[in-house]
C-alpha cells in the first residue's frame, strides 16, 4: 500500500493574507507530492512496506537518507496542514492551556519560545510543540526533515504542532523575513486540532 499525497482540508487561499495562495499551491502540490513519492520509491520492497509513517519514522535508521528525508517531509507536511485553519488564531484551552501554563508559565511565554525556536532554526527546519510522558509539554527544533519521532534527533515526544521554516514555506511572500512569518502563523493555528493531538498522545 502506497503512501498517499493527502488533500488539504481547505482551500489554496483559505489561510490568506498570513499564508499566500501561490505558496499553498506549490507546496502542498509539488514538495509534499515530491516527498510522497520518493517516499514511496524508496521503501518500495523493502521491510517498512505496508507500515505505518510512525512506525517507520520511530524505527528508523537515520543513515537511510532517503526514507528520513521524505519520509520525514511526508509526515510533517500532513501535520503541518491540519494544525493551520482559516479559522485559526487564539488560544488553546483545556488541558493543553493548562499544560503551556505548566511547561512555560503562561501562553504569552510559550508563544515567545516557540518563536524563537523558529527564528532560530540555522537554515530549514521545522519548530515543534511535543507531548510526553505524564502529558508534559516541550518546545524543540530540528534540522531539515527531521523530527522528534525519530531516534537520537536531540527533541523527543509526539509532535503536536510543527511550523515549516524551510524557504519554500514563506519566501514568495515574505522574502528572507522569517520572524514576520512565524508571527503570522499565530493567526492560523488550529487550535482544536491541536488540542485533541494533546489528548490522543498524553
Same mark, same amino acid.
Given at each position: 500500500m502506497s503512501f498517499e499525497l493527502p488533500k488539504l482540508p481547505y482551500a489554496f487561499d483559505a489561510l490568506e493574507p498570513h499564508i499566500d495562495a501561490k505558496t499553498?499551491?506549490?507546496?502542498h502540490d509539488k514538495h509534499h507530492q515530491g516527498y510522497t513519492d520518493k517516499l514511496n520509491d524508496a521503501i518500495q520492497g523493502t521491510e517498512m512496506e505496508g507500515k505505518t509513517i510512525e512506525n517507520i519514522l520511530t524505527?528508523? @535508521?537515520?543513515?537511510?537518507?532517503?526514507?528520513r528525508n521524505n519520509g520525514g517531509g511526508y509526515y510533517n507536511h500532513n501535520l503541518f496542514w491540519q494544525v493551520m485553519s482559516p479559522n485559526g488564531g487564539g488560544k488553546p484551552s483545556g488541558d493543553l492551556a493548562k499544560a503551556i501554563e505548566s511547561a512555560f508559565g503562561s501562553f504569552d511565554a510559550f508563544k515567545e519560545k516557540f518563536s524563537e525556536a523558529a527564528k532560530t532554526q540555522f537554515g530549514s527546519g521545522w519548530a515543534w510543540l511535543c507531548v510526553q510522558d505524564e502529558g508534559k509539554v516541550e518546545i524543540c527544533s530540528t534540522p531539515n526533515q527531521d523530527n522528534p519521532l525519530m531516534p537520537n534527533v536531540g527533541c523527543e515526544g509526539t509532535p503536536i504542532l510543527g511550523l515549516d521554516v524551510w524557504e519554500h514555506a514563506y519566501y514568495l511572500k515574505y522574502q528572507?523575513?522569517?520572524? @514576520?512569518y512565524v508571527g503570522a502563523f499565530w493567526n492560523v493555528i488550529n487550535w482544536e486540532e491541536v488540542s485533541a493531538r494533546y489528548a490522543a498522545n498524553k
Open positions: 499553498m499551491e506549490i507546496h524505527n528508523l @535508521d537515520m543513515e537511510n537518507k532517503a526514507v528572507n523575513k522569517r520572524p @514576520d
